[in-house]
């Protein structure tokens, strides 16, 4: 098997107590099959609060939907108490994901989790992709994993510009937004804002464009991240899809960003991490959206 990464994959720690969003908050957390038996076997208070607390293999969440198991200080109890080794494997692996594609994995850190988003955007440097491992991989996979590798550079090097994909800008992008499934209530508000001053926000692109210019990398740090995660789905459809999904993300998120400095007057490294984080858990962690992205509309 062969795994490829991002370069910054490496540096990837939870935060943990200084998260300002904890990831325990608002997600059902199912327990895998495994880690459930050791729970059941757990004695003593330990055991007895997990019991109570576990409803057909998950956690139950309390009013406020915060895992029973998250402290008040932000850290988890059971790694308190008992270590890493004792989490559940969703806990365990969130925020990394992993894509097959025959003999070959990408694996990453979603930009649900704000630490990613932070490691992703500070970096400077153009990221690379590391591969390690053993395996042989079919025709198809390499060509598609060359084609990657040729997009990545594209995008990458800073003589190209990512207006045309990216950055050109009309209303057609509202029919996906409308079929998206809300996160929350701030999607349908903002994108109701969003809507009611396109025009302007249309306006005030040049102006938004030079006072990002030392920053453009971090747009093109985020189609590489996209690059890495979606690409080579297109093991399944042609990669022209695929493509065109990842150009509706990045749209997606450069409106948003756009519409911060447009109602701020300013758009910094913390609301860079607030969008990224956002339009992340809005896009990618919702199957049905991330297929409406892709094949949908
Ligand atoms: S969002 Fe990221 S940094 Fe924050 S608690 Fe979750 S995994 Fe840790």
Not at 64 to 69: A, K
Not at 101 to 122: K, N, P, Q, T, W
Not at 156 to 176: G, M, R, V
Request: glycine share 4%; hydrophobic share 35%.
């Amino acid at each position: 098997m062969k795994i490829t990464r991002l370069d910054y994959y490496d540096k990837f720690k939870c935060i943990a107590d200084r998260c300002t969003d904890s990831c325990c908050i608002g997600w059902e957390i199912d327990i895998d099959p495994e880690t459930l038996a050791i729970y059941q076997k757990e004695e003593g208070e330990l055991g007895e609060k997990l019991k109570m607390n576990i409803h057909n293999g998950s956690f139950i969440l309390t009013e406020d939907e915060r895992c029973p198991f998250l402290q008040t200080d932000g850290l988890c109890e059971l790694i308190c108490r008992k270590g890493d080794g004792f989490l559940c494997e969703i806990c365990r692996e969130h925020p990394r994901y992993y894509e097959y594609c025959d003999d070959h994995i990408d694996m990453g850190v979603g930009l649900c989790c704000e630490e990613a988003c932070r490691l992703l955007f500070s970096e400077k440097h153009p990221l690379e992709l590391i591969t390690e491992g053993e395996g042989k991989l079919d025709e198809d996979t390499l060509e598609l994993l060359t084609l990657r590798a040729e997009l990545i550079k594209k995008v990458q090097d800073a003589s190209n510009s990512l207006d045309e994909l990216f950055f050109s800008l009309d209303k057609n992008i509202f029919q996906f937004w409308d079929a998206f499934e809300p996160y929350d209530d701030r999607w349908s508000i903002t994108t109701e804002h969003i809507k009611e001053c396109f025009d302007r926000l249309v306006a005030k692109q040049a102006e938004f464009d030079a006072y990002m210019k030392k920053r453009s990398c971090e747009y093109r740090h985020l189609a590489v991240y996209l690059l890495h995660r979606y690409f080579m789905r297109s093991q399944y459809c042609a990669p022209s899809v695929i493509l065109r999904g990842i150009s509706l993300y990045m749209k997606t998120q450069y409106l948003w960003d756009l519409y911060v400095y447009h109602t701020t007057g300013k758009f910094d490294s913390a609301d860079r991490i607030d969008t990224a984080k956002y339009i992340s858990k809005q896009i990618e962690y919702s199957e049905e959206n991330i297929d409406m992205l892709f094949y949908g509309a």
